[in-house]
């Protein structure tokens, strides 16, 4: 959380028993200090303790059985490095801010030059698909994937917040594991 605000730490807070119930430890983070967002990844990283860790953003919408579904992807493909799903940002009543998109194609990849091509951060398939590419806001990777990458490239500091999860999963891609 990168936030002045506290909504997100009383938000992971009311939610922490829903977690625990399955054996999940959801925990609150705040990035302190000059820390990137590759180097708060990355610190996340790090202090989990499980197999798999998830990156969801504050202002984004996800479905009831969002978690469940992510778990039920790795536990179901073991072939599978990382999982995403839609990035549906909120306004500040928690109301959707662009309309969600349904169609059966998938709609984020990488193309054969290395660009990378998203028309569908709201995109919900049908069913779970493989892809090359996940939105930032919403996604989720086996830990041991991304320590076999170094995790996110801390040469991503500069700037804005922006690419350092492309080129995590680019690599992770050029290594031959699969994004779901």
Not at 76 to 98: F, M
Request: charged content about 30%.
């Amino acid at each position: 959380d990168d936030s002045h605000a506290d909504r997100t730490r009383r938000t992971v807070d009311a939610y922490r028993h829903r977690f625990e119930r399955v054996g999940t430890d959801l925990r609150y983070l705040a990035r302190v200090g000059p820390d990137s967002m590759p180097g708060a990844r990355n610190t996340v990283i790090n202090c989990s303790e499980s197999d798999v860790v998830c990156f969801l953003d504050d202002d984004v919408l996800c479905a009831p059985a969002w978690f469940e579904t992510v778990v039920g992807v790795f536990e179901r493909r073991p072939d599978v490095a990382a999982v995403g799903g839609p990035a549906i940002s909120v306004d500040d009543d928690l109301e959707p801010v662009r309309q969600i998109s349904r169609a059966p194609k998938n709609q984020n990849h990488i193309d054969a030059c290395g660009r990378t091509v998203s028309r569908g951060k709201n995109w919900i398939p049908p069913e779970p698909v493989y892809t090359q590419r996940l939105e930032g806001a919403n996604m989720a990777f086996r830990r041991e994937a991304l320590a076999d990458v170094d995790g996110f490239d801390r040469a991503y500091d500069r700037g804005p917040a922006k690419f350092e999860e492309v080129d995590t999963m680019a690599r992770l891609v050029r290594r031959g594991d699969r994004l779901m």
